[in-house]
């Protein structure tokens, strides 16, 4: 089992900057592959950036790739998403998502989401 809780979201301004953290409880946390989605109003909930186990390998959707930057601290179990040069398109629930390691990739378990809202 794995909790998970999101911080850091907020409202900023075009072209501004946010970091997103998830705190993890449970003792596995490095077993897990960490991921970030979002949904924005009247839309899917879409993938947004993953990140191996020992955060050696990252993973973004097209849409962020040089934007976002995705972390993981497992000492710490937080795994983070630097958000630069930020987009009104970006406005939405982020969450948190750990899944375990195998095919075909599924996440398990979430958090509650954190709203970020960005300004033109």
């Known amino acids: 089992q794995v909790q998970l809780v999101e911080s850091g979201g907020g409202l900023v301004q075009a072209g501004g900057s946010l970091r997103l953290s998830c705190a993890a409880s449970g003792r596995t946390f490095s077993n897990y592959r960490m991921g970030w989605f979002r949904q924005a109003p009247g839309k899917e909930r879409e993938f947004v950036a993953a990140?191996?186990?020992?955060?050696?390998?990252?993973y973004y959707s097209d849409s962020v790739k040089g934007r976002f930057t995705i972390s993981r601290d497992n000492a710490e179990k937080v795994v983070y998403l630097q958000m630069n040069s930020l987009k009104p398109e970006d406005t939405a629930v982020y969450y948190c998502?750990?899944?375990?390691?195998?095919?075909?990739?599924?996440?398990?378990?979430w958090g509650q989401g954190t709203q970020v809202t960005v300004s033109s």
């Open positions: 998502a750990a899944g375990p390691v195998r095919i075909p990739i599924t996440y398990d378990y």
């Open positions: 990140v191996s186990t020992s955060g050696g390998t990252t």
